[in-house]
DNA sequence: TCTGACTAGTCAGTTTCTTGAGTATGATGC
DNA sequence: GCATCATACTCAAGAAACTGACTAGTCAGA
C-alpha cells in the first residue's frame, strides 16, 4: 500500500495515461520512487476501481487511444490521510556499494569502471534535473519561487534529486580514485 | 537474486549468526541495503544449502544457542562474478518525499512535523556513523587509512552514508523552513 | 514477582515486484 | 522496402519482500 501514494502525488498535477507515468517515473518521480510500467498500470486499475481515480477514455488518430486518469476527491483525501501517518525511513538498494562493501577482498577492476560509468550517469541525471527546475520555476529567481510559486512540491522533490545525484557522482569519483591509486599501490610493490 | 550478494559482502569480515547480521543491517549495512531479520535467516539458509557460506553450532550458557556463519570460497567467487555484471542503477523509495511531492495540494502541517524528526534521525545517524568511522580507522588519519588499510570496503560504503544522511538532514531542514514560510505567508494575507 | 527487554531464532500467509513475452498501429531512418 | 522506434497497453509466472505471530530462555528493574 505505498505506490499507491506515489503514484496519487504524481497525479496531482496533471491527467495522465499509464504509459505517461511511467515517463514521469523515469524523470522527476524517480528521485524518491521507483516503479516499472506493469505494476503502473495495474497500480492504475486497482485505484480506480476504488474510486481514488477516475479515467476517461481519449480517442486518438494516427496512434493507439488512451485512458486518461485524475485524482478524485477520494483520492485526495486519501493522500491527506497519509501525509498524517508516520512516514516509513527511506531505504536505498545499491548493488554497486555491495560492490564497493565487498572491494579488497575480490578484484577491484570492474568496480572501478562501474563507478566511473554511474558518475557519469549521475551528472547527466543532474544536469538534466537542474535543467528541469530551471522549466519548472519559469525564469523567476528560486527564493522567489519558492515563497509564491503556486505548485512547488515537485520542485521541491527535484532539488532533493539533484544533489543525490551530485553526491553520488561525488563518492563515485572519490571512491574510484582511492581503489585506483590502491591497485598503483599494490602493482609497485609487486 | 540480490539480497544474496549483500549478505555475502556483509559476513567478508566476520562469523556472524542471522541475529547479529540483523544488527548489522541496521547499522552499516543500512546504507546500501535494506532487509528484515526474517529474510535474513531464509537467506543465510539458502546460501548454506547452496555452499556459498558455511556453519557451525556455536553452545552457550545462560542465552540460546547460535550458529555462525562464514563466506566459503564458493561464495567469494559468486561474489567476485557478481562485481563483473553490470550494476542496477540504485533505487530510493521514500514516503516523506512523496508527502513533499504532494505538499501544497495538501496540509503541510503534518509534512512539516516529520520533515523535523527527519532531520533530526538522520543527524543521529550520521553522528553515529561519523563514530564508526573513527572506530574503522582507528586512529589513522583518513588518507593514511584509505591508502593503505587492509580493509576498506566498509568504511567506503559507510563514507557515503554520512554524506547522505548529512545531505537528508539539510534537505529536510530548509524544505521545512521554506514550508513553514509560505504557512504563516497564507495566514497573513487570510 | 511481574513486566519488559535482549538473545536467537522459526513459520505461515499475503502483497509486491520483477521478468519476459505479446498485441497493434503509425512514423522515421537507412 | 525493411527495420526500428514510439505510442499504448495486457497477461502470466515466479521471485522477493513484508506482516504478524510464536517459541523459549535470561536478566534487570519496579
Redo the contacts between chains.
Keep these: 500500500m505505498?505506490l499507491r501514494?506515489?503514484v496519487?502525488?504524481?497525479l496531482?498535477d496533471d491527467e495522465y495515461s499509464g504509459y505517461q507515468l511511467a515517463k514521469a517515473f523515469d524523470i522527476g518521480?524517480?528521485?524518491?520512487?521507483?516503479a516499472l510500467p506493469q505494476q503502473l498500470y495495474a497500480e492504475l486499475a486497482k485505484l480506480e476501481k476504488e474510486g481514488l481515480l477516475s479515467g476517461r477514455q481519449v480517442l486518438q488518430e494516427g496512434r493507439p487511444n488512451k485512458r486518461l486518469f485524475r485524482v478524485t476527491e477520494a483520492g485526495?483525501a486519501e493522500?491527506?490521510a497519509?501525509?498524517?501517518t508516520?512516514?516509513?525511513?527511506?531505504?536505498?538498494?545499491?548493488?554497486?556499494?555491495?560492490?564497493?562493501?565487498?572491494?579488497?577482498?575480490?578484484?577491484t577492476a570492474?568496480?572501478i569502471a562501474?563507478l566511473e560509468e554511474?558518475a557519469e550517469?549521475s551528472r547527466g541525471k543532474a544536469e538534466f534535473l537542474t535543467e528541469l527546475l530551471r522549466t519548472l520555476r519559469g525564469g523567476a529567481p528560486e527564493d522567489e519561487y519558492?515563497?509564491?510559486g503556486?505548485?512547488?512540491?515537485?520542485y521541491?522533490?527535484c532539488?532533493?534529486g539533484v544533489?543525490?545525484e551530485q553526491?553520488?557522482r561525488?563518492?563515485c569519483l572519490r571512491?574510484a580514485a582511492?581503489l585506483r591509486?590502491?591497485q598503483e599501490?599494490r602493482a609497485e610493490h609487486a
Design positions: 505505498a501514494h506515489a496519487l502525488a504524481a496531482l518521480v524517480a528521485n524518491f520512487w521507483h485526495r493522500l491527506e497519509f501525509a498524517e508516520v512516514a516509513k525511513p527511506s531505504f536505498i538498494r545499491d548493488d554497486l556499494m555491495v560492490k564497493v562493501q565487498a572491494a579488497d577482498r575480490i578484484g570492474a568496480v562501474q554511474r550517469v519558492l515563497r509564491h503556486e505548485r512547488i512540491g515537485p521541491l522533490t532539488l532533493r544533489a543525490f553526491e553520488t561525488d563518492w571512491i582511492v591509486a590502491r599501490n
